[in-house]
T-cell receptor, first 112, second 114 residues
């Protein structure tokens, strides 16, 4: 399974952009990169996903490098409610099915 | 409606008990998943169902028995569990397993085995 590597923790000031990096150097050509976040003891919440183009939605932007070996999630104006564990995930194909393989995640703390 | 509903929210069971976790979605999704999450760890995939058929079993012990009675429901039957099985059990669903779509997660069932 393609694995992801993320910093264990990061801090960000409220109102500033939070840039969360992820390495996925073994990703295959048809595997998507997904980002989820999990606020303490709740279910993971979908943020964004992409294959090779940069993506943007109302929550965040996803920048994927040209070689697809790494990506960055950008929260443009972090708020205190964005404090959570952020998971970079590669959607892996297996036996005609697919699965989300979670990495260890980055604990983002947004400070006032 | 993008909700995945899991019941119960909390469950305490003895090692000789039989219990079931329930997951329900009404988004017309045809793929459903069970994950297990230990404290301070990422979720780990247990099972994937596609069109009501089991498509992935991540070598889960037989004391965990999944069931998908219809396209909206996913159950996880528990029997003879061990204290180390205590965890947050998460259910998720997605449109299918092979499309470029997101999976939606429920809030989980927090299981304690005593």
């Amino acid at each position: 399974d393609a694995k992801t590597t993320q910093p264990t923790s990061m801090d960000c000031a409220e109102g500033r952009a939070a840039n969360l990096p992820c390495n996925h150097s073994t990703i295959s050509g048809n595997e998507y990169v997904y980002w989820y976040r999990q606020i303490h003891s709740q279910g993971p919440q979908y943020i964004i996903h992409g294959l090779k183009n940069n993506e943007t939605n109302e929550m965040a932007s996803l920048i994927i490098t040209e070689d697809r070996k790494s990506s960055t999630l950008i929260l443009p104006h972090a708020t205190l409610r964005d404090t959570a564990v952020y998971y970079c995930i590669v959607r892996v194909a297996k036996g005609g099915s697919e699965k989300l393989v979670f990495g260890k995640g980055t604990k983002l703390t947004v400070n006032p | 409606d993008t909700e995945v509903t899991q019941t119960p929210k909390h469950l305490v069971m003895g090692m000789t008990n039989k219990k079931s976790l329930k997951c329900e979605q009404h988004m017309g999704h045809r793929a459903m998943y069970w994950y297990k999450q230990k404290a301070k760890k990422p979720p780990e995939l247990m099972f994937v169902y596609s069109y009501e058929k089991l498509s992935i079993n991540e070598s889960v012990p037989s004391r965990f028995s999944p069931e998908c009675p219809n396209s909206s429901l996913l159950n996880l039957h528990l029997h003879a569990l061990q204290p180390e099985d205590s965890a947050l059990y998460l259910c998720a669903s997605s449109q299918t397993v092979i499309m470029n779509t997101e999976a939606f997660f429920g809030q989980g069932t927090r299981l304690t085995v005593v």
